[in-house]
């Protein structure tokens, strides 16, 4: 007995220094650390809309246009805020496609039309998987928030996003 009291502290010390097997969550009691390497931004807010105008659900929003950050999306971010997305705004409303290849969190990928009214919503796509997940008609406005996100509020074809542009400062 002695001797494990002897030996607890040292016992104690590695266990805190073990790697957590676990995967990270979507957040940590609201909160989300950053994957090294990337910054995670709130550039506007958007709203979620039923067809009357009813509010579903406001998030803050990143809002990426150019192609590189197209391309680059949510790959490699380990967490994401529950009330967060990312807005891919178009030059166009065209056939899209998107895909998980090098993302390691399920997302809902919602695809809207130029008039911002959903489409449709690839609901929790795999993580790492290179097949491509296509809008059902031409998109403009392309929104991914954590996996479950469309199914917790109900949003389905026919609601429409709204959002205010960040000002030009």
């Known amino acids: 007995m ?3 009291l002897q030996l607890l502290p040292v016992l104690l010390i590695l266990a805190a220094c073990a790697d957590d097997p676990t995967p990270p969550s979507a957040s940590n009691n609201g909160e989300c650390e950053e994957t090294p390497g990337i910054t995670y ?26 192609a590189s950050t197209i391309q680059r999306g949510l790959m490699q971010r380990q967490c994401l805020p529950d009330d967060w997305g990312m807005l891919f705004v178009f030059p166009n409303a065209a056939p899209r496609t998107f895909y998980m290849a090098n993302t390691p969190r399920s997302l809902d990928i919602m695809f809207f039309s130029a008039d911002s009214t959903l489409l449709n919503v690839a609901k929790y796509a795999e993580p790492f998987d290179p097949n491509v997940l296509p ?7 392309v929104v991914e928030t954590p996996a479950g996100f469309a199914d917790r509020f109900g949003l389905g074809a026919g609601d429409r996003i709204m959002w205010t542009a960040p000002s030009a400062n």
């Open 135 to 141: 809008s059902d008609g031409p998109a403009r406005f």
């Open 2 to 4: 002695r001797r494990f």
């Open 41 to 66: 931004r709130t550039d506007a807010q958007l709203t979620f809309l039923r067809p009357d105008s009813t509010v579903i659900k406001e998030i803050g929003i990143e809002i990426v246009a150019r």
